[in-house]
């Protein structure tokens, strides 16, 4: 086999000579597409069609559709597509099958390449098979699957077993009933995934009795044997309920039955009996499984350990996770709980050996991206580097030494030497902390830094960082010196890495508090603000809003909303509602125009005096807005809100989750 690059360059000579194929165009735009160079056979398609005055044959568009497809270029491909139909080129079921498998949980766009096939006559089972199996919305689900009736064609195990898995989350185990007494009834006896997602769908509902009386069912001689998903899941449904002496009769079976549970049927019980406050059962079912040799899993053991804390029981939590020997088995929220419970003067030993472990957090999400790009990336040690720096300033601190924001860069420099290549999917934040190390050791600030890496970046590779710099932080800092009280304090939602925070009280006398929910996050920007010399004037709480704000100490002369635009309306709601501001606060919002807060805008300027300012986004010429609002003391009571704002709303959420999809992929592109 020659080297890809000598492939490549063959197939470039060919092209020009003329004595390419449409197979061996098929079968190089088939190789891009397996290596996600979408670009790469949409440029060969198209040199293809220019050299030789004609499109390829309809094996080579399929293949380009099925490329496009798996890069998510799913507009590219429509358009494709619409160009086909105008050179009167007839696409195959094979192309339509391929776009529509490679939609992943976009089921839109699946059922517009459906309702495009079936307007071109070309009705099939499997392509209603591959459009359910990506479907996330049940009623849509269930309207696909009657509409194979009309097509005279009969659902068999992949519709019915599609369109059930629709309904683990919904809660609706009824209707899952009801389905798999129609596949009985279409001669598709039901198979154990299908079994298996009538149970899910009675956990979600709460359904404990249901799911036991179909576990009972799958014994039956005509039904397949539960294996342990099943187990699993009926686990989760009596946990759901809080029938959690149900979950002890059912690990009672197993052993009377001489079946010997399994890590996922042990893991699901403890955390059933966690969430139901029994922890101490979950303690003892942790030893059985440590004398079965079976290894915990993360959300499982994250949820004992949060149960305990939750009940008082932090001496026993601390015992199992800091003098145990099972210590990297926590997921992200779990840490994050811990994290929080310890972030308290009292427990700086136990904060900083967590600390010490912050790249653990990292490793689970660095996992699933690696499934999702089919990319390596490094290990986590730099995350863990950053942790251990920040633990070491801790412990000086507690010691009554504080050093100077240049000393602490010198020592985060050096932790963080040559190991911060390639940490995705915290690669941004992780380059800004090492810009900003240098940049301090090299006599500036960390917040000149931050600037200098969002202008290359943007400039470079197009790759946005979320900060509100330019004229929007010339405007947030003056509606602060606004403020009743020049000298009091203000609230930020949505961290990020600190760049708002260390700009407001590097402007102005104010103590700022900001909340941030993500660990690593929180430990670069306590970074960058030891480094900035303002340890003693920012206050970064760890958690989402709701769980911070009992425990905030007002009031606050002005709030920056800089986090997600779908939470702006109820934690304002919230903020006053435990009357956390001071009389006429000023409110200042960030993303008001993209992706926008509808809901929120329509409501502060209904019930308070509100202005809207267009400002440009830093580093961009793309207008966006910001709002002003001054508070009320009271909390007017607005009618519904109107439909259209409700749409406008809904649409905007949709933007910002496929937003947020496409940055992972940009990130791997730029990396």
């Known amino acids: 086999h020659q080297p890809a690059p000598c492939r490549r360059v063959e197939f470039c000579v060919g092209l020009k000579c003329g004595i390419l194929m449409s197979r061996e165009l098929a079968r190089s735009i088939g190789v891009h597409g397996h290596q996600w160079q979408w670009r790469k056979a949409l440029h060969d398609f198209e040199e293809f069609r220019r050299l030789k005055g004609r499109a390829p044959a309809v094996v080579a568009q399929n293949a380009l559709l099925v490329a496009l497809g798996r890069g998510r270029q799913l507009h590219t491909a429509s358009r494709l597509l619409l160009d086909l139909r105008q050179w009167n080129i007839d696409v195959d079921l094979e192309a339509y099958g391929g776009l529509i498998s490679v939609c992943g949980d976009r089921w839109q766009e699946a059922f517009g390449f459906l309702e495009e096939a079936l307007g071109q006559r070309l009705a099939d089972a499997q392509l209603f098979h591959q459009a359910l199996a990506a479907c996330g919305d049940w009623e849509k689900a269930f309207d696909l699957l009657r509409r194979m009736d009309s097509w005279h064609l009969s659902p068999g195990l992949p519709a019915f077993g599609a369109t059930l ?8 185990w009824n209707k899952a009933l009801d389905l798999l007494e129609e596949a009985w009834s279409a001669t598709c006896p039901p198979n154990r995934i299908m079994y298996n997602s009538a149970l899910r769908s009675c956990a979600s509902g709460h359904a404990w009795e249901v799911a036991l009386l179909l576990l009972d069912a799958m014994h039956a001689e005509d039904a397949e044997e539960p294996d342990s998903l099943s187990w699993a899941a009926t686990v989760n449904a009596c946990g759901n309920a809080g029938e959690w002496h149900q979950i002890l009769c059912l690990l009672e079976d197993f052993w009377e039955g001489q079946v010997v549970p399994d890590d996922m049927v042990y893991s699901a ?4 009996l966690s969430s139901s406050c029994m922890w101490s059962w979950s303690l003892q079912l942790m030893d059985e499984m440590k004398e079965l040799q079976l290894e915990s899993h993360q959300a499982s053991y994250g949820s004992l350990l949060s149960s305990m804390l939750s009940n008082s029981a932090w001496r026993q939590a601390f015992a199992l996770y800091f003098d145990g020997k099972d210590q990297t088995y926590l997921d992200f929220s779990s840490f994050r709980d811990i994290l929080v419970f310890v972030d308290e003067p009292q427990f700086v030993e136990q904060r900083c050996i967590l600390l010490e472990r912050l790249g653990d957090t990292v490793k689970r999400r660095t996992m699933m991206a690696q499934r999702e790009t089919k990319r390596a990336f490094s290990d986590v040690g730099v995350a863990n580097a950053v942790g251990r720096s920040y633990a070491k300033l801790l412990e000086m601190e507690w010691c009554g030494y504080r050093p100077t924001g240049l000393t602490f860069a010198k020592k985060l420099r050096g932790a963080m030497h040559r190991r911060f290549q390639g940490a995705l999917p915290y690669n941004k934040e992780l380059n800004l902390l090492a810009r900003a190390v240098q940049r301090v050791v090299d006599g500036g600030t960390a917040t000149e830094a931050m600037e200098g890496v969002a202008k290359k970046r943007w400039r470079s590779n197009r790759l946005w960082f979320d900060m509100a710099g330019g004229l929007k932080a010339q405007l947030l800092i003056s509606c602060l010196k606004g403020c009743r009280q020049v000298d009091g304090k203000v609230l930020e939602l949505g961290t990020y890495c ?4 260390i700009r407001m009280a590097s402007a102005l006398p104010m103590l700022v508090e900001t909340v941030e929910e993500d660990p690593l996050r929180v430990v670069i920007t306590r970074c960058m603000i030891a480094m900035s010399n303002l340890s003693d004037r920012i206050k970064v709480w760890i958690g989402n809003s709701a769980s911070v704000f009992p425990r905030l100490q007002g009031p606050f002369q002005a709030v920056f ?8 309306l109820r934690d304002l709601r919230h903020f006053q509602s435990l009357n956390l501001g001071e009389r006429r ?4 919002a960030n993303h008001q125009l993209k992706p926008a807060a509808p809901e929120f805008l329509w409501e502060v300027t209904q019930s308070h005096l509100t202005q809207v300012v267009s400002v440009p986004e830093f580093e961009q010429a793309l207008e966006d807005w910001m709002t002003i609002t001054l508070l009320t003391r009271h909390i007017p009571k607005l009618g519904a809100v109107p ?3 409700r749409a406008l709303e ?14 992972v992929r940009r990130k791997v592109s730029v990396l």
Do not use: M, T, W
């Not at 898995?165 to 609706?172: A, I, M």
């Not at 909303?561 to 702006?568: R, V």
């Not at 649409?651 to 999809?661: C, E, K």
């Open 498 to 501: 600190g760049y708002s925070a």
């Open 650 to 663: 809904k649409l905007s959420n949709d933007i910002q989750s496929r937003a947020s999809d496409r940055r």
């Open 643 to 645: 439909p259209g704002i």
């Open 561 to 568: 909303l800089d986090h997600a635009g779908k939470y702006f």
């Open 585 to 588: 606060a000023v409110i200042v």
């Open 165 to 172: 898995s629709c309904f683990e989350n919904s809660g609706l």
């Open 269 to 272: 019980a403890i955390g059933s």
